[in-house]
């Protein structure tokens, strides 16, 4: 179902998924299930060939939901995360490049969803990006520590991950949550264009095979995270 906060558009072979809520883009069950369904067109459609999933002009994306985290509704708080794992995980094991315009601040969630990207191109300044769960009580599941294990610099993954260490646009890039940085105004206009070359340059049908090959094992054992969290949670 088409959800208010998210827009697509076909540009050329690449379909750009941008999304405002106004406010933080918080991950809601209703907002995951969106972008779920815009990837899964991507994918079916031959004619195109990448992905740019935007934010708004202040952020990417923020952590999951907080009036659901807070509610104590357990199923609901289980469908919601293990939803953001399953979303993370489609991303990054979609048969299509996934290039990323962080057009602001990315945490919790929003840092995850990064590293879920193929490219991640961010601003290069003082916006906030890092997972915040440690400070803030809570404890990643293990779908997350899966990817962030995998994205993340070997340098940074204590302090990014135990240590909840937050880091500025060039510091993401150290870090490994961005591959690159530029201009607030033009994150989505090089996000594209990285996006438009991987859809001219790249052989579909193999890249398609090699992200199968390379994440394989690692989107399966995403898998079994996810669906160990909501068979626990009796969903």
């Not at 815009?38 to 952590?63: H, M, R, T, W, Y």
Request: with cysteine; hydrophobic share 50%; charged share 20%.
């Amino acid at each position: 179902m088409p959800h208010e906060s998210v827009d697509s558009e076909r540009i050329d072979n690449v379909l750009c998924i941008s999304v405002d809520d106004g406010r933080a883009n918080a991950f809601s069950l209703s907002l995951l299930l969106a972008i779920s369904e815009e990837l899964a067109v991507a994918e079916s459609d031959p004619d195109i060939g990448a992905v740019v999933l935007a934010g708004n002009q202040k952020v990417f994306f923020a952590g999951f939901d907080l009036d659901v985290i807070n509610s104590g509704d357990r199923k609901a708080i289980a469908e919601m995360v293990s939803s953001g794992g399953a979303l993370i995980r489609q991303a990054y094991g979609a048969s299509v490049p996934v290039v990323a315009a962080c057009t602001g601040h990315a945490v919790a969630a929003g840092a995850l969803m990064l590293c879920g990207c193929d490219y991640r191109v961010g601003v290069d300044g003082p916006v906030k990006i890092g997972l915040n769960e440690v400070a803030i009580a809570l404890t990643l599941p293990r779908w997350a520590l899966l990817i962030v294990s995998e994205r993340l610099s070997k340098r940074h993954l204590q302090v990014s991950v135990v240590n909840a260490q937050i880091v500025d646009g060039p510091g993401a890039v150290d870090a490994g949550f961005l591959d690159e940085v530029t201009s607030h105004h033009q994150v989505v206009k090089r996000a594209l264009e990285v996006a438009q070359g991987f859809a001219e340059e790249l052989d579909q049908n193999a890249y398609a095979s090699t992200v199968r090959s390379l994440r394989g094992d690692l989107l399966a054992t995403m898998d079994a995270a996810v669906a160990a969290d909501r068979a626990a949670a009796g969903l």
